[in-house]
Every structure is written in C-alpha cells, then in structure tokens.
C-alpha cells in the first residue's frame, strides 16, 4: 500500500474552494482550522457546506470530518467519479460559486459528469453562468477538452434572493490535456451580449442594451446584445435584470463583464440605463487589463496548465487579482509546482495595463480511473 501524502493545515474561511478542488486533484489531505472562530455565529456558512456536499457527490470514497461547530473541517480526498447528478445550490451564492469549481475538476472524472445544478444564476457577487459560458468553455477547449458532450445550458434563471434558477453542465472525460502557448491576444473583433429580464418589464432589456451600445458603438461596429426575457415558470421566483458582454478577439481570446440589479428588498433600485452604461465600462477595463484570459479565469487557466503534460504551456494575464495570487501559492503548496513570472511593460500606447507572461511545465497530470477503451 502507497504511503498516505502527508496533510496540509490551513487557517480561516478563505479559499475553501481552492483547498477543497487541490486536494481533491492531488489527493492530499486537507486541514482546515478556525474557520470563522471569532465571529458570532462561528464555523462554515450554508453555502460551503453546500459545495462541500457537491464535492462529495461528484468523488467517490471521501471523509469528510467537521466538528460540532463547524469551526475545523478535516478532508480526505476519494476518487473523482462523475455520472448523471443533480445539487441544489445555496441561494446566498450563485450558480456559478459551485460551477467555477466543478470547470476545474470535470475532465478528471470517472465517467463523464452530466450534472443539473438549481439556484441562483446570476448575483452579484460570482461570475454568472452567461459568462462562465462565454469565456470558461472555449477556454477548456484549448486544452482539448471538447466534443458533443460538452455543453452549458441554462434553462430557468433564478435571482436573488430566492433563486429558482436551473443549468444543465456536461463535460466528457480527458486522459491528459494539451499544453498551451497563448502569447498574443489580439485585437477585439466582436462584442456579443445577453441583456436578461426576469419578473420584470421586458422593456428593461432592450434600455440596457441601448444605453450599452451607446459607449460600445464608439469602438466597433460589430455588436451584437440579445435580450433574454423568460416567462413562467422559466423566470425563477425573484424579480431582476442584468447584463452580461464578451469581447471576442482575432486570436480567440474572449474577456467578459457583467452585471445585475440589486436583489428585491436590498439596496436602492438601479436604473437599467446606468447598468448598461457601468457594465460597458468594466467592459472596457477588462480590455484594458487584456491578456489571453479575463480575470475570472485567470486560476482556471494556471490549473490547468499545471495539470498539462510535462511539457511547457505559456499563457500572457493582465494584472495578476489577489485571488489568483493566492492560487499560485496554492498550487505550490500541493503540487510543488513553481510558475516562471515575467513582467511585460506596454510599450505600445494601445496595449492597455501592463501584462505577465505565465511559464511553467505541466506536471504530466493523467487521469488514472478513465478506462482505455
């Protein structure tokens, strides 16, 4: 019998998903202590303990140890399994809290994952499905993880506070991924979009999408927003509009931004036509920041280009966001793996933010459970 990997302790609430979904991967123990011990209601909130279930589900021979205040949880990794699943996500976050982590962990799966989550699809605190979808996918797809089977779909939208929202994600299974050299993003060619209403007005997705053309339209013609209104039972059970908007470039980078009205009862009310205009701005800083990953997914593409095989996969980020910081150490942490970081000064006046060049080499991560067929 191989000898157990030794386990990682960690302090406090932060970065749960990252501990959880490494550990998972490498298969090393994690500790995680004083979750929250401080506060007035102490230990894991609903939604963790939410993703921690869906971890469960999807892996099969976990133990999963937390204690009766919930302030130390203790997880010992099982095998990635997969199947037909469904989870009922937390409606405090969305959709997308539980997605991001299942992107990283589907194509290491047994068999390939075909999951049916519920909530909340877009809020305003996770990246929402629109943009998951737009950006995460063809990005899993540089790593060859693609076919038939792969697909996001959102069939109710739900928002906060009371969710009711439905998303279909399947994802087949890989034996190994490619390595990557993305290094020039390009120019943006397109701006496609999906202005969303739900128990509102339909009205209000069409002022969003003029007001968002409106700056849009200043840079490139080629726009195109839809508008989303469902109805019935497809609506979810809370009122809310929002928008969400992707530029495409020549080298197929795509970099998104979004946003969404206050939840029913909280807050002050938003106009649709500031919404339009302020999404179209951190539009705009997001191809400012530029590289060939949006900040959203900038932890993603670093994952993945670890799991590669050991080959080198190089990719250029705009400026590095904390979160992705942390992920670096992380990935140290479990993996011993070190990523070569160069600066990139603009030099040319229309390059936007200054840039990183990522290196490193895959550490030739395969995924042992997928039968050769």
Known sequence: MASQPHSLSYVGCNFLRQRLVLST?????????KIRAKEENPGLRDFEASFIRLIDKVTNGSRIEINQTGTTLYYQPGLLYGGVLEHDCSPHRSIGYYLESLLCLAPFMKHPLKIVLRGVTNDQ???????LKATALPLLKKFGIDGEGFELKITRRGMPP???????FACPVRKVLQPIQSTDPGKIKRIRGTAYSVRVSPQIANRIVDSA??????????????TDHMKGTSSGKSPGFGLSLVAETTNGTFLGAELASNPQGQGTAVLPEELGLNCAKLLLEEIYRGGCVDSTNQSLVLLLMTLGQQDVSKVLLGPLSPYTIEFLRHLRSFFQIMFKIETKPSHE???????????????????????IK
């Open 25 to 33: 991967l490498s298969g090393r123990p994690v500790k995680i202590r």
């Open 125 to 131: 605190v996770d990246p929402s499905v629109d943009v």
């Open 162 to 168: 009371k969710g009711g929202g439905e998303v279909t």
């Open 213 to 226: 053309r409106s700056i849009l339209n200043k840079f490139i013609p080629d726009i195109y927003i839809y």
């Open 349 to 371: 006046e229309l390059q936007g933010g200054e840039k990183v060049l990522m290196t490193c080499v895959g550490i030739g991560f395969s995924n042992l459970s997928k039968t």
